[in-house]
């Protein structure tokens, strides 16, 4: 079973940049997709960006531009570098992994754009 931790929340002024990584552990197997998700206060959970495990990505329109997920398999990770923010990106930050049988999801790491 693969397991994912995320890492890198924190505060930071609008403008600003964070770099959140998620480190996988245990037997991936392909294909599969991992991505970012994020819930913002009152609101439901979305997917942020996807990229699989041929290196396609998708992005979510409002973060187009400002964030790019990567992934680097000889790390077992998964990162998400997030620039420019705006106090919209407020949110727990959740990374999944997607595989043909099952999801898994980490613990979440937050972010707060606020002044």
């Known amino acids: 079973q693969v397991q994912v931790v995320e890492s890198g929340g924190g505060l930071v002024q609008p403008g600003g940049s964070l770099r959140l990584s998620c480190a996988a552990s245990g037997t991936i197997f392909s294909p599969n997709t991992m991505g970012w998700y994020r819930q913002g206060p009152g609101k439901e959970r979305e997917v942020v960006a996807t990229i699989t495990s041929a290196g396609a990505t998708n992005y979510t329109d409002s973060v187009k531009g400002r964030f790019t997920i990567s992934r680097d398999s000889a790390k077992n990770t998964v990162s998400l570098q997030m620039n420019s923010l705006k106090p919209d990106d407020t949110a727990v930050y959740y990374c999944?992994?997607?595989?043909?049988?099952?999801?898994?999801w980490g613990q979440g790491t937050r972010v707060t754009v606020s002044s």
């Open positions: 999944n992994y997607r595989g043909t049988y099952y999801d898994t």
